[in-house]
């Protein structure tokens, strides 16, 4: 299994300004992933956070928006720049020890964020 | 593009009933789906997997069938309990076979 922590576990921002929000995890892993999860609404995969490279990101999300960062195997980070109300979600990390698809992925606690 | 639908937002039943839980998929030819537990304010935590030459599979009182000629998974729990109440979700991976997508839940909730 894998612990995840994240930090913060919620915010309040205003528009315009930006939030980085991290993700420890107990163990090395080899996969790490980000989420959003909008009110009422499933999981929505934003981006793979690959160690020592850019990240890959899913069709709607752009770098400058969700710039990520992976330093080692077992820490990321993901910053929400210029935020504006409709980024008001969870954010969630999540994690996968193997680099097969099929194994399990553990989740953080995640991030509750609002922009006003 | 991928889609995965889960048909029924929220399913309430009673105490010690079995709960049906349908997910249905389109444009995929999945090798697995898995199935995931959401409770509120927490993040999904893993339940079950079965591949696509696997037709069910058991653990303790859940029970998932998977017919990829139907293009259909569906989750049972039986003997439900009231601490079985919580948000289930079906997840395949991404066309890259890298990550999870997730279908967007049944929310199930167990009066006793």
């Known amino acids: 299994s894998a612990v995840i922590s994240q930090k913060p576990s919620r915010d309040i921002c205003q528009r315009g300004t930006s939030l980085t929000i991290q993700c420890q995890v107990d163990?090395?892993?080899?996969?790490m992933f980000w989420y959003r999860q909008q009110p009422g609404q499933s999981l929505t995969l934003i981006a793979t956070?690959?160690?020592?490279?850019?990240?890959?990101?899913e069709s709607g999300f752009v770098i400058d928006k969700f710039p990520i960062s992976r330093p080692n195997l077992t820490f990321s980070t993901l910053t929400v720049s210029n935020m504006s109300p409709e980024d008001s979600s969870i954010y969630l990390c999540?994690?996968?020890?193997?680099?097969?698809?099929?194994?399990?992925?553990?989740f953080g606690p995640g991030t509750r964020l609002t922009v006003l | 593009s991928q889609k995965i639908e889960q048909n029924s937002e929220a399913l309430n039943i009673q105490e010690g009933k079995t709960a049906t839980l349908t997910c249905n998929y389109t444009?995929?030819?999945?090798?697995?789906l898995q199935w995931y537990r959401q409770d509120p304010g927490r993040g999904p935590v893993f339940l079950l997997l079965?591949?696509?030459?696997?037709k069910e599979k058991r653990k303790e009182r859940l029970k998932v069938t998977f017919d990829t000629t139907l293009k259909q998974s569906l989750f049972h729990i039986t003997a439900s309990q009231p601490a079985d109440s919580a948000t289930y979700l079906c997840?395949?991976?991404?066309?890259?076979?890298?990550?999870?997508?997730f279908g967007k839940g049944t929310t199930l909730s167990v009066s006793s």
């Open positions: 444009n995929y030819s999945p090798a697995y």
């Open positions: 956070a690959n160690q020592g490279s850019e990240a890959t990101y």
């Open positions: 079965i591949r696509e030459n696997e």
């Open positions: 997840a395949l991976a991404n066309q890259a076979g890298t990550a999870l997508i």
């Open positions: 163990s090395q892993v080899t996969m």
């Open positions: 999540s994690v996968r020890k193997g680099d097969r698809g099929y194994n399990e992925q553990f």
